[in-house]
């Protein structure tokens, strides 16, 4: 049986949601974030030597990372999740999995490092200096970069049903987690089809199923 090792409010959520979308059995161990700095317990280490979440385990497999973790499980229990290789949407699914952690994902966690940095606590002295450099980052850098990739995205999406093509497919799961925290955490009004697909995915009974099952997230 699969077993799930999930943290709240962590990647982790899309693969509960794709599991319940497989009528896969599986179990979920959980974890908790630390209340003070947020990171994963260092009992995640036990499964995985980098401590992180998600990591499935089957059998003698143990597996980590999100696309890593959606390609297993789509070609070994849901091949319907899986486009046919040789075919535009298969070109499509490779593209949009690598395309979530590799291109988007670091532009939104920079942004949200030194979002962070602009109200954490230091001397005031200090404070002006660092928030000064805060806004330089992501005015000149992260923010025209995320624009950039948010415009693509909504590009895309204004000719497509999912991102490859008219039905839903692994890459949906993989590019879930960073626009539904974008939507979260900034709004999204201006972008009416990333806003669509996020409420369209949250909507399927799956994913209520998997917010049920996995406890905390605030992105949902």
């Not at 009528?23 to 009992?43: H, I, N, W």
């Not at 940095?117 to 806004?135: G, T, W």
């Not at 089809?193 to 209520?208: D, G």
Request: glycine share 6%; hydrophobic share 40%.
């Amino acid at each position: 049986m699969i077993t799930l090792h999930h943290l709240n409010n962590s990647r982790s959520q899309r693969i509960l949601w794709l599991l319940e979308e497989l009528s896969t059995p599986y179990e979920v161990t959980f974890y908790e974030r630390d209340k003070v700095t947020v990171l994963a317990p260092k009992a995640l280490k036990n499964i995985h030597a980098l401590g992180k979440s998600p990591v499935i385990t089957e059998g003698d497999a143990t597996m980590a990372e999100s696309g890593a973790i959606i390609e297993y499980l789509v070609q070994t229990h849901g091949k319907d999740f899986y486009p046919t290789p040789g075919t535009e949407q298969h070109r499509q699914y490779t593209y949009w999995m690598h395309y979530a952690e590799g291109s988007l994902m670091p532009q939104l966690l920079i942004k949200l490092i030194f979002d962070k940095v602009k109200d954490s606590p230091m001397p005031f002295f200090i404070k002006p200096v660092a928030k000064m450099i805060a806004n330089k980052v992501i005015s000149s850098y992260a923010g025209p970069n995320i624009k950039t990739n948010l415009e693509f995205i909504e590009q895309h999406l204004s000719k497509n049903e999912w991102f490859c093509g008219e039905k839903i497919s692994g890459a949906d799961f993989q590019m879930s987690f960073p626009l539904e925290a974008l939507v979260a955490r900034e709004g999204a009004s201006h972008l009416p089809n990333i806003t669509k697909f996020v409420k369209k995915f949250q909507a399927r009974p799956a994913y209520q199923k998997a917010l049920e099952v996995g406890g905390e997230y605030d992105y949902a």
